[in-house]
């Protein structure tokens, strides 16, 4: 699970306002707000390019589906962009609420085909209509989907007075990717009870389920239970867990039991998934939240079961291996389901090491005017409101590298994170400053990206010396041009980089070549390293053999040599007062020179 959206009751419109609410212990139940009917305000339908009339024509649930699929991508760092075209499954649980003479805008079958068209997905795309459990069958379905290769990545979720939208991927393919993982899910099932007595179905899907995750159900620290507080079906259910929780379990230890519905309401097709998630997010934290509602145990459960319901926000009880919970749902009909999750892998990749020097903040939106507002939301959650606040490096990296960028840009240079709060500060009060740019997309047809190589010029001591410093590839480069040029000039291109001013010698032509020719091969690694990729290369002057170098035409070798008795040959020509130090007169720098001269005259 890499991604996850919700719109649950008490405000709880995102997972992080949804986790401080559990947290809290607080009711997200209250009156029937009189907008109900009327959809969700907030939709923005010229985002996806819906039209005013289809947007009124559309029921709440496919404007809230839509929104929830987009913001379940962008939380799982996948650009909906790159997907387009792509086995994309969608799996959303939703019980009938429209007559058979319904349009299309209101629909149940159209609520996951509707994402699909959308955002141009090829997966299975499937409505799952089985009363209660029906979000959490359709995640069971998504996993089979991508367990047998049907689907690339999957959106599950369910919708009704409550929503939310999963994002699955195949873990192997979510940790090569580098992807936010926040939970994984072992093993999942669904079974109808046919004519089985109460609960037994529930007690072999349990053990069926966890047998699928290679774990015994006593290796379950949390369950969360389905519990639509009906007296005669929570005791069933609570029983029913109790015994399979017992199989393997270590003898005085106790399963806590909870359930998300005593805090949201009766969620109908989405209370799997509001299970789901709350569990996730349990796993995240390594905490429980308080029960609701439960005043004192219910005289059909016996006290002795090896279940506990939290009282208070409670840590995750110690356990061998990974936190592990199951997620619990029935339907009315008799088709239960569950899932087995695992909190994530730990991530095992070097923290990010703040680099010297600016840094670029980089903000985009469909609408210009939606920008100042998501500037602010953003000013907010760096400076830890709510908190605890992430790290600018870290959101940089998102904004650039794991979101889709849309028309209206908007980028803001810093330096350090106290200059960039200024510099969002500056753009709220309406102030222009160089260190915030703004523009749009450019058209597709017109977009291209050239690199121009520079002659010589204007060679300095102790250029690049941060980029040495700090960037691995680009070090890396300079170090592979030192070894070459060191072998036919005798000199050392690192040492000359890293010597004083006083004791530079970079403005001599014999090493302003090949400097300049380092440096910006070097550069363009970096680049390349970025994501960036030219369309056109040019040089001039001594750049010439870098645009050359870079686009395949020379070796590095002959690049080096290029440059380097071209540096020479400028340096005697040149009547530097330094020419001692490079030995030749102008006839044997051409002969020198003369190897390579046929590639020399192609850069010319």
């Not at 159209?110 to 299975?124: C, E, H, N, V, Y």
């Not at 889709?404 to 240079?413: G, K, N, Y």
């Not at 091969?521 to 369309?535: C, I, K, N, Y």
Request: net charge negative; aromatic share 6%; with cysteine.
């Amino acid at each position: 699970m890499v991604g996850i959206a919700c719109r649950l009751p008490g405000g709880a419109s995102d997972p992080r306002a949804f986790w401080r609410q559990l947290a809290a212990g607080a009711s997200g139940i209250a009156g029937t707000p009189a907008s109900r009917r009327d959809g969700f305000a907030g939709f923005d339908p010229a985002f996806f390019g819906i039209d005013a009339r289809e947007a009124a024509a559309m029921a709440p649930r496919q404007r809230t589906l839509l929104e929830l699929a987009w913001e379940a991508l962008e939380d799982g760092g996948q650009r909906p962009g790159e997907l387009a075209s792509q086995r994309v499954g969608v799996f959303i649980g939703a019980s009938a609420g429209a007559s058979a003479g319904a349009s299309a805008g209101t629909m149940p079958a159209t609520l996951a085909s509707r994402i699909s068209g959308w955002f141009d997905f090829r997966g299975p795309s499937l409505v799952i209509d089985i009363s209660d459990s029906s979000s959490l069958v359709a995640v069971h379905l998504a996993c089979r989907s991508l367990a047998v290769g049907e689907s690339s990545l999957a959106l599950a979720g369910g919708v009704a007075e409550a929503a939310g939208v999963v994002v699955l991927k195949r873990l192997a393919e979510a940790l090569r990717d580098g992807d936010s993982i926040r939970a994984v899910i072992a093993g999942s099932g669904v079974m109808q009870d046919g004519r089985m007595p109460a609960g037994e179905a529930e007690i072999a899907l349990i053990r069926e389920v966890c047998r699928d995750a290679d774990i015994v159900p006593g290796a379950l620290q949390y369950v969360e239970a389905h519990a639509a507080a009906t007296p005669a079906g929570d005791p069933i259910e609570i029983r029913a867990l109790a015994t399979a929780l017992a199989d393997g379990r270590e003898p005085g230890s106790a399963c806590y039991v909870g359930s998300v519905q005593a805090s949201i309401g009766h969620a109908g097709a989405a209370a799997g998934i509001a299970g789901l998630i709350k569990t996730a997010l349990c796993l995240e934290h390594a905490q429980i939240p308080p029960q609701l509602g439960l005043e004192r145990m219910p005289p059909a459960i016996d006290p002795s079961l090896p279940i506990v319901f939290p009282t208070d926000l409670t840590d995750w009880p110690e356990h061998l291996g990974p936190a592990r919970a199951g997620v619990h749902a029935l339907g009315a009909g008799g088709t239960h389901a569950h899932v087995v999750l695992e909190q994530a892998p730990v991530d095992r990749r070097p923290a990010a090491v703040a680099r010297p020097g600016y840094n670029l903040l980089p903000i985009t939106a469909r609408d210009p005017a939606a920008l100042p507002a998501m500037v602010g939301a953003l000013a907010s959650e760096l400076a830890g409101d709510p908190g605890p606040a992430p790290s600018v490096r870290d959101v940089g990296y998102t904004l650039a590298r794991r979101r889709d960028h849309l028309e209206a840009r908007l980028a803001f240079v810093y330096a350090t994170p106290a200059d960039l709060a200024a510099q969002l500060a500056r753009y709220l009060a309406g102030e222009p400053g160089p260190q915030i740019v703004t523009g749009g997309r450019l058209d597709p047809r017109r977009r291209g990206l050239a690199w121009v190589f520079t002659g010589a010029g204007p060679a300095w001591w102790a250029m690049g010396r941060q980029l040495f410093a700090h960037e691995p590839v680009y070090r890396d480069m300079i170090e592979r041009c030192d070894r070459a040029i060191a072998g036919l000039a005798g000199w050392s291109l690192i040492d000359e980089l890293a010597a004083d001013e006083a004791d530079s010698h970079m403005s001599e032509p014999c090493l302003a070549q090949p400097a300049s020719f380092a440096l910006q091969v070097g550069l363009a690694a970096l680049w390349r390293l970025l994501g960036a990729r030219p369309d056109a290369i040019v040089g001039h002057g001594a750049g010439e053999i870098a645009a050359f170098y870079e686009a395949g035409v020379y070796g590095l070798d002959d690049a080096i040599r290029i440059a380097v008795e071209r540096g020479r040959l400028y340096h005697v020509l040149s009547g530097s007062g330094a020419m001692l130090a490079v030995g030749l007169t102008p006839a044997d720098a051409a002969a020198r020179i003369a190897p390579v001269a046929d590639r020399v005259a192609i850069a010319a």
